[in-house]
């Protein structure tokens, strides 16, 4: 009785902190996305990247501008990491192999995070503070501001300018994720999260043996881990570790960090489209989605099925971290697979076929519930203009959404948006599945096994990170594919989705009619959350059968 009166009380505390920061911050983002005045920091930089940051651009040369500054990004990671050994505070450390550098960088540049490497035994300081954790900031900069393209392309008219990628880029890092990560590092250093530049410290045990404890500057990644919903940790035990996680309530302010962006960007879509309504029919069909994941993972895990035995001797404990319990590790669980963060305080492998599956389809919904920074907005918006044209199918009427139509152009991008992701994953978990010396990696055999490989590819596939543990991801294959598969499930929706805002922006608004279908009232909320669920279901169902559900049946 006691763990569930807890659990109810912070996820009470959650929510109103998110509701309180609702508000705030979604005008800020609105603000920062959409004012004519550079700060005077922002030219210096705009100066030094030889860039205007005054002229708008059409959207190929919005894309042109995001695709040379994510390659510039993976090829300087990729040379920094395999150069570690020449670098300042790196520790003694080695340069990292080839293929784990290219998968790391490709990661990082991603928003994935994905990590098939201990970080306290691999990276160096320098390494990780001027190249995992400037990606961490840039990597969240980009999916925000691909979403501004995309509201600026309902928004405006008879045109093709979409914003200026380098402006809305140093806007958001200056203005929004520095400053928030500044005092939220402060915040979790005060709580008990480490921070300094200190190399490993042996220490003699009370049983007089010897442990070696690492330093760093955690704290600092921490935050901008969170908040930009990047996911990879400083050390391998990530935020289960005591030294990025120390106590219950650095936990819940991790899980409130990784949320308050996405669930404010909704806000920030009302405000620019000049109607809050929709804003709030946006965040509401978010809110039922992670709080029903919420519900269905907790209860999974509260009440396991098992043998008698098992469940006798504490088996829903099993991979949990024990320092806060069931709720806290299922709700940290949702949040990370439902925003593309990948951070984990719990071991997703050793969660119930329920639970574990729900994790899985947290992420094949696109992680639009509340999303990434500005992917699960962009994301949630694709399936808002497929419910519209739906809607428009059952009553033979032309769709408009926001004052737009949605011909078979816009309709086009929409459908290439929502495909590239289930064909990566699927074909990828095919080919693994086919190869013998990569069934080889899986550690469980039979249901298990295939959901670890689904998992995996489902999480590059969507930028997230986590992973069911018991795959063996760090081999040349693994590591070669899953880096391919997480660079092209950034760049290639991000194509489609400033492609889609180029079409939209070069359109007439048409007038609001009798016979325009409202998209801010329940109705809509409904459609558009069934639209989601049968579109995901359809999708990966098969696969899901296989894995999980099978898993669960046995």
């Known amino acids: ?91 003694g450390h080695q340069p990292v192999p080839a293929d784990l550098a290219f998968n790391t960088a490709a990661s990082f540049v991603t928003n994935t995070n994905w990590q ?37 392309g309902f928004t405006r008219q008879r045109t093709q300018q979409v914003g200026n990628f380098w402006a809305d880029l140093t806007r958001l890092v ?21 921070q300094n530049l200190h190399g490993a410290h042996d220490l003699a045990t009370v049983a007089g043996g010897h442990q070696s404890l690492p330093g760093g500057p955690v704290a600092s990644q921490e935050t901008i881990k969170e908040l930009g919903t ?38 920030t879509f009302g405000t620019m489209v000049g109607d809050q309504r929709q804003g709030y029919a946006v965040v509401a069909v978010m809110v039922v989605l992670w709080a029903a994941s919420v519900a269905l993972v907790t209860a999974n895990e509260l009440h396991r ?9 504490g088996a829903m404990l099993e991979g949990k971290e024990t320092r806060f319990g069931i709720w806290s590790s299922a709700l940290f669980a949702v949040s990370t697979t439902l925003t593309s963060c990948g951070a984990a305080d719990s071991a997703h492998d050793s969660y119930t076929p329920g639970g574990g599956g729900m994790t899985i389809f947290n992420m094949m919904l696109g992680e639009v519930a509340p999303g990434g920074t500005g992917s699960g907005l962009y994301g949630m918006l694709i399936l808002a203009v497929v419910a519209v044209f739906v809607a428009g199918l059952m009553v033979g009427r032309t769709p408009e959404y926001l004052g737009k139509k949605l011909r078979g152009r816009e309709m086009r991008y929409a459908s290439l948006y929502l495909l590239t992701t289930p064909a990566l994953v699927l074909v990828g978990a095919g080919l693994a599945m086919a190869l013998p010396g990569e069934r080889a990696a899986m550690l469980n055999p ?9 998992y995996a ?25 899953l ?72």
């Open 1 to 91: 009785m006691g763990d569930t009166a807890a659990g109810w009380l912070q996820v009470t505390a959650l929510v109103a902190a998110l509701g309180l920061s609702y508000r705030p911050l979604g005008d800020l983002l609105a603000h920062v996305l959409t004012t004519e005045r550079h700060w005077r920091v922002e030219r210096l930089v705009y100066r030094a990247g030889g860039v205007n940051g005054d002229v708008d651009q059409p959207w190929p040369v919005y894309l042109r501008g995001l695709l040379a500054f994510g390659l510039v990004s993976v090829l300087f990671l990729y040379a920094f990491l395999r150069l570690q050994d020449h670098l300042l505070l790196s520790l």
């Open 116 to 152: 098939a490497y201990a970080g306290e035994s691999t990276m160096g300081h320098l390494v990780q503070m001027a190249g995992l954790a400037v990606q961490n900031f840039v990597s969240a900069a980009v999916g925000i501001a691909v979403v501004a393209a995309l509201i600026r």
């Open 174 to 194: 200056l203005r929004v994720l520095l400053p928030i990560a500044f005092v939220f590092a402060l915040v979790l250093v005060a709580a008990g999260v480490i």
């Open 230 to 267: 990047n996911g990879g940790g400083f050390f391998n035990a990530n935020s289960a570790h005591p030294f990025e996680n120390p106590r219950g309530l650095t936990n819940l302010i991790e899980i409130y960090l990784m949320l308050v962006i996405p669930f404010a960007l909704p806000r």
């Open 305 to 313: 099925i098992s043998s008698p035995a098992g469940h006798a001797a």
């Open 446 to 454: 039979g249901p298990h096994g295939f959901s670890e490989v689904l």
């Open 457 to 481: 590819l489902t999480s590059a596939a969507n930028n997230n990170g986590s992973a069911f543990a018991g795959l063996s991801a760090d081999t040349v294959w693994y590591n070669t594919v």
């Open 483 to 554: 880096g391919v598969v997480m660079l092209l499930g950034r760049f290639l929706p991000m194509v489609f989705v400033l492609a889609l805002a180029g079409s939209l922006a070069g359109q007439q608004r048409v007038p609001v009619t009798a016979g325009t279908l409202p998209t801010h009232r329940p109705q809509f909320v409904g459609l558009l959350t069934g639209v989601i669920l049968i579109v995901v279901g359809l999708t990966y169902f098969p696969a899901l059968a296989l894995g999980p559900l099978a898993e669960g049946l046995r």
